[in-house]
């Protein structure tokens, strides 16, 4: 106790500044979080793109929709979301011929000429092909042409629950990560 009545408390600068740089006002705080919550959607978006190639039988697909799952982390708030881009303009152009399966003896093709729009929508690759993952998420209506009925494509809502799932266990990840990082600064 000091000569005037007062308390002298040891350390206790050394810990408002420890607060202070545990603070989200902090920039580097600021940036450590953010690395973190990108880690963790990254994560997620690894988990859905499986998801998408195992469970909607896209083993097969040698266009790579899956890569159409992509991840933002947010600037002014701490969070981010993960959905199926929707591509404004499509990236390199590439066209890709499906295999020719025939029969011995099987007389094969199209008999129809192939219009710029198919050859277009065959030509997309990778993220480009997202419309592929919002036609089997949420399905169509049966789709007629001028040469007769092209069936629809039912719905399969398979990546509400799927990333809603995986964002939860993020989230739980995420608490632990950030408790490291706050321990790490306070102790």
């Known amino acids: ?12 600068d050394e810990r408002i500044k420890q607060l202070g740089e545990a603070s989200t006002k902090n920039p580097m705080m600021r940036n450590r979080i953010n690395e ?4 963790a959607l990254a994560q997620v978006r690894k988990t859905l793109q499986s998801d998408a190639r ?20 947010y600037r002014r708030i701490f969070g ?12 390199a152009m590439r066209l890709y011929e499906p ?5 011995e003896g099987q007389r094969g093709g199209n008999r129809r000429r192939r219009t710029q729009r198919t050859t277009d929508l065959m030509s997309y690759e990778g993220k480009d092909r997202g419309f592929i993952l919002r036609f089997l998420n949420a399905g169509t209506d049966t789709r007629r042409t001028r040469y007769g009925n092209r069936g629809a494509i039912a719905p399969r809502n398979w990546f509400g629950p799927a990333s809603q799932q995986q964002l939860q266990h993020a989230s739980a990840n995420l608490d632990k990560m950030i408790d490291d990082i706050i321990r790490g600064i306070l102790y």
């Open 54 to 73: 195992s469970g909607l039988q896209m083993d097969s697909d040698p266009r790579h929709a899956y890569k159409a799952v992509r991840y933002a982390v």
């Open 1 to 12: 106790m000091a000569d005037n009545g007062t308390i002298e408390l040891k350390g206790l």
């Open 80 to 91: 981010g979301q993960v959905n199926i881009l929707q591509s404004r303009r499509a990236g």
């Open 99 to 103: 295999p020719h399966t025939l029969k």
């Open 36 to 39: 973190v919550i990108r880690q």
